[in-house]
């Protein structure tokens, strides 16, 4: 049985760099204790900056003189952060409005333009405006500055609350409620695939929207305005 994925290796070793002294070795086996065999990218991507403290400084410590930006750096690099920032894509240029019956939504991004991240640990989320006949990038929000906060899951809500939706791959039950108190509707992906995909099956649904999707349009569905259309017509 394989104790750790090619992956998850990598994702150790690009930590153990950020952590400047810490061994590898010892921090690998530390890691291993913590999450279980085999360690895996999903049990990295669940690791948090206060389990890795506790990792680092417990009573066999690998290392416990490390900054708190170090932890934060190296704990992007344990959820799938790989460093490079050069493929994430460039906003293009909106105005409010300019996209009349748009729909704001916000993918959750491990790399690229990719919907392939985890609601609690993406390292950022694209921002699209979704319209009929167009679909574009307005924003790129990091979300290292929300993991900061008591609740990572209500600040990373608040930091999209201006999205009627958001794309994730995953999403437990808890953070879906915050999402939703911030007034925002999420929907699983469970497959990675580029955000572009994923908006223009959204697109397609925007002439006659379903029910459900009209709601959060602020709209009336079609189907629901000839089943009044029908009522109507029998009160005459």
């Not at 799938?80 to 993918?107: F, I, Q, T, W």
């Not at 392939?116 to 979300?143: C, E, M």
């Not at 990572?152 to 437990?172: F, H, M, P, T, W």
């Amino acid at each position: 049985m394989t104790t750790i994925t090619k992956a998850a290796a990598f994702r150790i070793t690009l930590a153990a760099k950020a952590l400047a002294e810490v061994n590898l070795s010892a921090f690998t086996v530390k890691l291993a204790e913590k999450l279980g065999l085999p360690v895996t990218e999903e049990k990295l991507a669940s690791l948090t900056v206060a389990d890795l403290k506790l990792i680092l400084g417990g009573e066999e410590s690998v290392e416990s003189d490390i900054d708190g930006a170090s932890l934060k750096i190296a704990v992007r690099f344990l959820w799938g952060e790989n460093g490079d920032h050069s493929s994430v894509p460039k906003p293009e240029p909106y105005v409010d409005g300019e996209m009349p019956g748009s729909l704001r939504v916000a993918v959750a991004s491990n790399t690229a333009d990719n919907l392939d991240g985890h609601f609690g640990s993406a390292p950022r989320f694209l921002v699209y405006q979704v319209g009929k006949d167009s679909i574009k990038l307005i924003d790129v929000r990091p979300t290292l500055l929300a993991d900061d906060a008591e609740d990572k899951n209500v600040a990373r809500s608040e930091l999209i609350n201006d999205c009627q939706l958001v794309y994730v791959q995953s999403i437990g039950g808890p953070a879906a409620a915050k999402v939703v108190r911030a007034n925002v509707h999420p929907i699983k992906f469970p497959i990675p695939a580029p955000a572009r995909v994923a908006l223009a099956r959204l697109q397609t649904t925007l002439q006659t929207p379903p029910p459900w999707l009209a709601r959060i349009m602020g709209v009336k569905a079609k189907s629901l305005a000839q089943f009044e259309y029908s009522e109507e017509a029998e009160e005459a």
